[in-house]
């Protein structure tokens, strides 16, 4: 499975960007068996959790720092996971990877990711 992630871009702090993420390949179809997460990694910092959604996506998970701004979803039909951000700051400023879990439910530790996209650069200003 190849995942590709698009939507960042540079914004103002307030902004809201969305941010995609498809799922190619052989066993493409595979990926509604899936949890999916997005991971960001900031300049100098390693990688940390953002948010997941499990196979069915009814549920979903997220770190505190973006609870109440961010909203994961998926569409099976599309395979497709998206990442919808509203009122970035600044410290939301990071490279921004999707993945797939090896596991159908929700998992917030990158090792249980086995799938990872390119990233796609988020940067907010101030």
């Known amino acids: 499975v190849q995942l590709q992630a698009s939507g960042g871009g540079l914004v103002q702090a307030g902004d809201s960007l969305r941010l995609s993420c498809s799922a190619s390949?052989?066993?493409?179809?595979?990926?509604?068996?899936?949890?999916m997460g997005w991971f960001r990694q900031a300049p100098g910092e390693g990688r940390e959790f953002v948010a997941a959604?499990?196979?069915?996506?009814?549920?979903?998970a997220y770190a505190d720092s973006v609870k109440g701004r961010f909203t994961i979803s998926r569409d099976n039909t599309k395979n497709t996971v998206s990442l919808e951000m509203n009122n970035l700051q600044p410290e939301d400023t990071a490279v921004y990877y999707c993945?797939?879990?090896?596991?159908?439910?929700?998992?917030?530790?990158?090792?249980?990711?086995?799938?990872w996209g390119q990233g796609t650069q988020v940067t907010v200003s101030s």
């Open positions: 993945a797939a879990a090896r596991t159908s439910t929700i998992a917030t530790t990158d090792r249980y990711y086995n799938y």
């Open positions: 390949g052989r066993y493409a179809r595979l990926f509604s068996n899936n949890a």
């Open positions: 959604v499990a196979w069915r996506g009814g549920d979903a």
